[in-house]
């Protein structure tokens, strides 16, 4: 069904907007965001990764291999190497279904499920900079000076992104074309 849909155009484009806004923000708002102490990290390929899951209804996007496409490419463009994300971004797809299956689906659950991804998703990130020696920062440092702030932007997004990006869905999954 993907491949008859609207979304075989919809999901990439928007994943590929998502890409290039997550580096647009951090660069346009790099004062307000990375201020000593605090810093916080814009994750919009990963709100938009899943919103389609919760989004796409009986479509099934393939949104592990977008996620590790998407991954490959924020490596490779953001560190030059293939890292984290390649592995993080599809991960955090497989722990989404996860977690929609344990919950009803509503607004609040989603939000519930998309902080519960925003956590594992930084701490992994976070525990694999510490152990590679990368960071020198304190587990209690990162919980408030990075992903506090990380959750708060986040969420802020998510609320913001939400109607927008469902109608956006709810247009590229109806049957009628308008002439």
Same mark, same amino acid.
């Given at each position: 069904?993907?491949?008859?849909?609207?979304?075989?155009?919809?999901?990439?484009?928007? !994943?590929?907007?998502?890409?290039?806004?997550?580096?647009?923000?951090?660069?346009?708002?790099?004062? !307000?965001?990375? @201020?000593?102490?605090?810093?916080?990290?814009?994750?919009?390929?990963?709100?938009?990764?899943?919103?389609?899951?919760?989004?796409?209804?009986?479509?099934?996007?393939?949104?592990?291999?977008?996620?590790?496409?998407?991954?490959?490419?924020?490596?490779?463009?953001?560190?030059?190497?293939?890292?984290?994300?390649i592995f993080l971004y599809p991960l955090i797809i497989l722990?989404?279904?996860? !977690?929609?299956?344990?919950?009803?689906?509503?607004?609040?659950?989603?939000?519930?499920?998309?902080?519960?991804?925003?956590? #594992?998703?930084?701490?992994?990130?976070?525990?694999?900079?510490?152990?590679?020696?990368?960071?020198?920062?304190?587990?209690?440092?990162?919980?408030?000076? @990075?992903?506090?702030?990380? !959750?708060?932007?986040?969420?802020?997004?998510?609320?913001?992104?939400?109607?927008? #990006?469902?109608?956006?869905?709810?247009?590229?999954?109806?049957?009628?074309?308008?002439?």
């Open positions: 069904m993907y491949r008859l849909s609207r979304l075989k155009y919809v999901f990439p484009l928007g !994943l590929f907007v998502a890409l290039f806004l997550d580096g647009s923000f951090s660069k346009i708002f790099a004062p !307000l965001m990375f @201020s000593y102490p605090y810093s916080m990290s814009s994750q919009l390929v990963m709100l938009w990764l899943v919103l389609s899951f919760f989004l796409e209804e009986n479509i099934h996007i393939p949104l592990v291999w977008f996620a590790v496409l998407a991954g490959a490419v924020a490596d490779l463009y953001y560190s030059g190497i293939l890292g984290l994300f722990l989404t279904r996860a !977690l929609d299956r344990l919950l009803d689906r509503n607004f609040l659950n989603m939000i519930l499920i998309f902080f519960i991804d925003l956590v #594992v998703f930084e701490s992994l990130n976070y525990l694999a900079y510490r152990i590679i020696g990368v960071i020198h920062q304190g587990f209690g440092d990162f919980l408030v000076d @990075s992903l506090a702030p990380t !959750l708060a932007l986040n969420l802020v997004y998510f609320v913001i992104f939400f109607w927008p #990006v469902s109608r956006i869905y709810h247009w590229a999954l109806s049957k009628r074309r308008r002439a």
